[in-house]
């Protein structure tokens, strides 16, 4: 029989599990039935007073039996439900339950990505994924059918940056989402082409972007126009140009070092940037790209939606994040990098974790493969629905949400009480009330909110808030799209 002190691991592991499993099930059904919606009724006030008067003491002096139960199921009153067709507020997807399944392996087992000794078979299985992933994005899969390579160890901290490797294919690494992985693009573009690297990018670019060089100390970035929500490629020429030209007149004998971010799904809209002409600017100007893929790099799965992302393999650092268009549980980012011998610099030495004599001895390496010590297996999951979807399976459900979108871009075209701001590009559509102001936008939204009947997002584009639905449920019904802009329809003010 499990009890609290039991362990998830080891012989008696899966025999504890079970009991605990079925109560967390029956937890979370109990819990979104009370919901009964996409989110919790009553607003932040509310559902704050609900869930502390079901929690009560966090910390008694005498342990609860009853505390997993009660805690999941107060957890899943008070939760936004992503599966719900009427939660479209965020690229929030719903996770698979087979990646849910493969999650609670990963918490079971508990192997921790920091040294090998600590994680044998699971920093193989990430070296071959990322591997495979990094391959993908840049087109050097010599064959789909073909095991990707085994990943390199990582490069002495002696090696000189630019040594020759065993193996130069593209790389990856694991990481917490967009915002690490757009951190860890810029960090390897100032390691590489020096401190002075100056960051340019659109307005349309995400937050973490500016932060980021922000973050690592870089001069401030450059920002250029995205009229159209796309970033601009007359006027990326033009701040080249203009970047080049002062330095020269600094007195520089060679243009200043600069990378480019180009955006591969906006937030906002899910817009996709001009990549190949970017890509050309970059290659004319001597500049570094990295793209944001976060949102729309899936699309490399599906044989009808992958040419949106052509010049995509021109880049030389992207963005993914499959807890978004992937349908993993929150984190399952990756940075591909085309050129391993970027990742020499993230090298470090630590001698309980990876001593020289004991990686001279052939045990890898692991430190190199993130910034952070402590890491969880995020990989499985993603290993996982892979190896059990396929390309085909994933390539399916992008085009499903994909065709959605399109599906309710129609239905708000063809209502003459709503406005359509553009066809989708990805799964993101923006929308509003016809003949209203921002402020009726914004009521209608917080409505809806506060009676947990929808979740809509919003973005202000042209100088004009729009609600937003990110359709990421590939199991939502054409009725489901329907009665989402009815009920949107009867809650705006008049």
Same mark, same amino acid.
């Given at each position: 029989m499990s009890t609290p002190s039991s362990l998830a691991s080891g012989p008696e592991g899966p025999h504890a599990l079970r009991p605990l499993l079925d109560t967390v099930l029956d937890a979370l059904s109990e819990g979104a039935r009370v919901r009964g919606g996409p989110l919790p009724s009553g607003g932040p006030e509310a559902v704050a007073v609900r869930l502390r008067d079901a929690i009560g003491d966090v910390l008694p002096d005498q342990g609860d039996p009853d505390a997993l139960h009660d805690i999941v199921r107060a957890l899943a009153e008070g939760a936004a439900d992503p599966s719900d067709p009427f939660c479209a507020a965020h690229l929030h997807c719903p996770p698979l339950a087979l990646a849910t399944a493969a999650d609670l392996a990963a918490s079971a087992l508990n192997p921790s990505l920091d040294s090998w000794d600590q994680a044998p078979g699971a920093s193989?299985?990430?070296?071959?994924?990322?591997?495979?992933?990094?391959?993908?994005?840049?087109?050097?899969?010599?064959?789909?059918?073909? #095991?990707?390579?085994?990943?390199?160890?990582?490069?002495?901290?002696?090696?000189? #940056?630019?040594a020759p490797s065993a193996l130069n294919a593209p790389s990856a690494l694991i990481t917490t989402g967009g915002t690490e992985s757009n951190q860890l693009a810029l960090l390897l573009a100032r390691e590489t082409h020096g401190a002075d690297v100056r960051l340019v990018h659109g307005a349309n670019a995400h937050h973490s972007l500016p932060r980021a060089a922000w973050l690592l100390g870089l001069p401030e970035p450059v920002v250029v126009p995205a009229p159209a929500g796309t970033l601009d490629p007359a006027a990326l020429g033009e701040a080249l140009t203009s970047c080049a030209g002062q330095r020269l007149r600094r007195g520089s004998a060679q243009p200043g070092s600069l990378v480019v971010a180009a955006t591969a799904g906006t937030t906002d809209a899910g817009l996709i940037d001009p990549l190949p002409e970017i890509a050309a600017l970059c290659a004319a100007h001597g500049a570094r790209l990295h793209v944001d893929a976060a949102y729309g790099g899936a699309l490399l799965f599906s044989d009808r939606y992958r040419d949106r992302l052509t010049g995509l393999d021109a880049a030389d650092t992207v963005t993914l994040d499959l807890h978004k268009l992937g349908w993993q549980p929150v984190a399952a980012g990756l940075l591909a990098v085309r050129d391993p011998h970027d990742l020499a610099v993230l090298h470090h030495r630590a001698d309980y974790l990876n001593a020289e004599d004991d990686t001279e001895a052939g045990l890898p390496d692991l430190l190199g493969r993130s910034l952070r010590t402590s890491r969880r297996p995020d990989v499985l999951k993603i290993a996982v629905t892979l190896k059990a979807l396929g390309r085909t399976g994933l390539g399916r459900l992008v085009e499903q949400v994909c065709d959605h979108a399109g599906e309710f871009a129609a239905l708000v075209h063809d209502h003459p009480g709503f406005e359509l701001y553009a066809p989708p590009t990805i799964s993101t559509v923006l929308f509003r009330p016809a003949h209203t102001g921002d402020a009726a936008v914004a009521a209608v939204r917080r409505r809806l909110l506060t009676d947990g009947r929808a979740v809509l997002g919003r973005a202000r584009i042209d100088g004009r808030l729009w609600l937003k639905a990110t359709l990421l449920n590939p199991h939502t019904r054409p009725d489901d799209l329907a009665a989402l802009l009815k009920l949107v329809e009867g809650n705006t003010p008049r």
């Open positions: 193989e299985l990430e070296g071959l994924v990322t591997e495979a992933l990094a391959a993908e994005v840049f087109g050097t899969a010599a064959s789909r059918s073909t #095991p990707p390579p085994k990943a390199p160890s990582a490069p002495k901290a002696t090696a000189a #940056p630019n």
